[in-house]
């Protein structure tokens, strides 16, 4: 059984750069089985897909975030990591990791909430 | 970027019910197509794969139909526990998108 674990601040102040941790169990990001994603959801809103890593570490974003973003992976740590910089009001979120196998977000991880906030 | 169009945004039905959730795709995206489930506090749970391929543990009256552009996802006798909010997905093509959801609260 996969299971995803995120991590990292709950509070990010405008500008400044969100970053989160995705910890890996049940599975190698180094598995040709899987893309690592991350997807956010507003307040009380939809699912927004954010982007991916493969485990030769090629990268797809989101247009709508990609000059702000990195998505990078620590294959010694079984982590993979979200780096989205000048963030503002807009980017509070509940983040999510998952994992993407064929065509599928099949496991995910609880979620953390990042608020932007001075 | 491929648009996901659900319907309705919010229904309320009683137990044992038929609940017919549709999402259409701006473009035709042929059978790339996936329902989630999402109860409140909760991270999303794939039901349908490809439209209407079963996924293992998913209840049996979760059911998935069609191909191209239009698509639904039916709930034959709702129980109290599918109280959730909906959501499609395609895989067609990058950007990967969803809908915007249809929540399902029990009368």
């Known amino acids: 059984q996969v299971q995803l674990q995120e991590s990292g601040p709950g509070l990010v102040k405008p500008s400044q750069t969100l970053s989160l941790t995705c910890s890996v169990s049940g599975a190698s990001l180094s598995s040709a089985h899987y893309f690592w994603s991350w997807i956010r959801q507003h307040p009380g809103g939809g699912l927004e897909w954010i982007g991916y890593?493969?485990?030769?570490?090629?990268?797809y974003y989101n247009p709508s975030l990609k000059s702000r973003l990195t998505i990078s992976v620590d294959m010694s740590k079984n982590q993979f990591s979200l780096n989205l910089s000048s963030v503002t009001a807009a980017d509070t979120a509940v983040y999510f990791c998952?994992?993407?196998?064929?065509?599928?977000?099949?496991?995910w991880g609880q979620g953390t909430l990042v608020t932007v906030s001075s | 970027e491929i648009v996901l169009t659900q319907s309705p945004d919010f229904q309320s039905v009683t137990p044992k019910e038929k609940v017919t959730i549709t999402c259409r795709a701006g473009q035709s995206i042929g059978s790339n197509l996936h329902w989630y489930q999402q109860k409140p506090d909760q991270s999303p749970k794939l039901l349908v794969r490809?439209?209407?391929r079963s996924v293992s543990g998913v209840p049996s009256r979760f059911r998935g139909s069609g191909s191209g552009t239009d698509f639904t996802l039916t709930i034959n006798s709702l129980e109290a526990e599918d109280a959730a909010t909906y959501y499609c997905h395609q895989s067609s093509s990058l950007p990967l998108t969803f809908g915007g959801g249809t929540k399902v609260e029990i009368k």
């Open positions: 998952a994992s993407y196998s064929t065509g599928n977000f099949d496991y």
């Open positions: 490809f439209a209407s």
């Open positions: 890593i493969s485990f030769s570490g090629t990268t």
